[in-house]
């Protein structure tokens, strides 16, 4: 499978049936590269449900009839919007045409903001283990680091992590060189970071200090094949 990252937290995996998004945020993301109105989706997999991250979730999956698959209470608010909607939770796996999918824990908040400003609670925000043909993609979401993360690293074996590196959000490089220790992915790549002004940071002195594993400084576009 081909995999490419896409600013912020933006991961396109193609496979030789799906063509899978992780958060797109596209609109409102000056990183990113994709068109909202053109690029391919059979799958949408959401960490949590804030607007940085279900972004552009909704006019793709009406375009193109993506599954959406997310934490359940954002899976149950998307789906009364009309959204083909899989719903689940911490902890749970579950096994679809595409690959199987397992959340876990992220420590963060989760909550969703409708243009007229309302707010939608929409659960626990997580992490996501994307198993496809006995390659394991570990995208940890929006999180502080946490010590479960290294339960994680050992009960899985991750070829590829995406691991946040922004600060002020989400854990900053020091604990993110932790995680990377942790979670003990083959392939480490840096997300959610210079999108915003408060987030600003050198994806390659993170990369360099990477002791477990390779860290991978993506580029926005930039694919690697699993
Ligand atoms: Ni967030
Ligand atoms: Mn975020």
Known sequence: MKISYHGHSVVKIKTETHNILIDPFITGNSLCDLDPETVEADVI???????????????????????????????????????????????????????????????????????????????????????????TIYHLGDTSLFSDLKMIGDMHDIDLAFIPIGDNFTMGPEDALVAADWVQAKYVVPVHYNTFPVIEQVARDYTDKVKTGKGLPLEVGEEITL
């Open 45 to 135: 997999l959401l960490t949590h449900g804030h607007n940085d991250h279900v972004g552009d979730t909704m006019a793709i999956a009406e375009r193109t009839g993506a599954q959406v698959v997310a934490l359940n209470e954002l899976a149950v608010y998307l789906g009364k919007k009309g959204l083909n909607a899989h719903g689940m939770n911490i902890g749970g796996a579950y096994t679809f045409d595409f690959g199987t999918v397992k959340f876990t824990k992220a420590f963060h908040s989760s909550s969703y903001e409708e243009e007229d400003g309302t707010v939608h609670y929409t659960g626990m925000p997580g992490g996501i283990l994307l198993t496809i043909n006995d390659k």
